[in-house]
């Protein structure tokens, strides 16, 4: 198991661009926030104390949350291109056993998605100048453990359906551009009519 792990972790940090490409959903929210939102969210919440902190901290969660979604489905293409190469028929053969190679996949899914959300939140607690209080921080590495688990499970249901990489991409772009929206990064959900609620 742990050779295969390795294998699916050299697969992902070796393509550069498919990491950039897999935390692009989450720089974009996170720019987009520091560009545009920024400054129009803290005008509309000015009657609520320390506004700009809470804002903060919302948009780092959601992006926290788009991070575990895009680097999980990143991760499981490793899956696919297997699957439609047909090395998985390889792999099944070299004694790993039947349950170790989908696991594998799911677990380098939990772990890579896991690291990268950690890698986000250093970036953002650099960009904001805040220092995680030691306090808080073991809950807050609990929530992005859920939310790596959480989402390579949901990303594995989806995966397990498409046989072609190009097809699985194609399904990747829409999951990464309407995430903003899903987790409440760019709008807050409760300012959206009841029926998009």
Same mark, same amino acid.
């Given at each position: 198991m742990l050779a295969l792990l390795k294998r699916n972790f050299l697969l992902y940090f070796r393509n550069l661009s498919g990491v950039f490409f897999s935390l692009l959903g989450a720089l974009i929210s996170f720019i987009l926030?520091?560009?545009?939102?920024?400054k129009n969210l803290t005008?509309?919440?000015?009657? @609520?104390? +320390?506004?700009?902190? @809470?804002? +903060?901290n919302w948009l780092m969660s959601g992006t926290l949350a788009v991070t575990g979604i895009t680097t999980s489905l990143a991760a499981l293409t490793q899956l696919v291109k297997d699957r439609e190469r047909q090395v998985d028929r390889d792999l099944y053969l070299s004694n790993h056993g039947k349950w170790r190679l989908p696991s594998s996949y799911l677990a380098s899914a939990i772990i890579i998605s896991f690291a990268m959300q950690v890698l986000m939140y250093v970036?953002?607690?650099g960009y904001f100048r805040e220092v995680p209080k030691l306090s808080i921080l073991p809950e807050v590495l609990l929530i992005m453990l859920l939310s790596s688990l959480l989402s390579s499970l949901v990303n594995a249901i989806f995966v397990h359906f498409f046989q072609s990489v190009d097809s699985l991409g194609k399904f990747a772009?829409?999951?990464g551009t309407?995430?903003?929206f899903l987790v409440g990064t760019y709008v807050?959900?409760?300012?959206l009519p009841n029926f998009a609620q």
């Open positions: 926030y520091i560009i545009f939102l920024q005008d509309a919440w000015a009657q @609520l104390p +320390n506004s700009g902190p @809470l804002l +903060n970036l953002m607690c772009t829409i999951v309407a995430s903003g807050p959900l409760g300012v």
